[in-house]
């Protein structure tokens, strides 16, 4: 094999080896940007669910509020039945 030969041969690897590292850097750039949503869509998810957490507190209450006021309405009607 002569000198220019191989020459020829490293600057063929050496693109070939450069076309490897800016597709490696193409797809590192949309891997960052896939990231990038993931995270701001955590975030979303994160604020509905301390959202969707309040609701349910809230729902709880009242729904224990209607328990309460429901066992009222109970001994009530079981006074004017007894009162008969």
Known sequence: MTNEEFQKIVIEKLGSIEDKVVSLE??????????????EQTASLSELRYEINGKVDKLSE???????????NWNDIAKLKAAR
Request: no cysteine.
């Open 26 to 39: 193409k797809g590192q750039q949309e891997m960052k940007e896939d990231i990038k949503s993931i995270i």
């Open 62 to 72: 009242e729904f224990n509020t209607i328990e309460i006021v429901a066992s009222k």
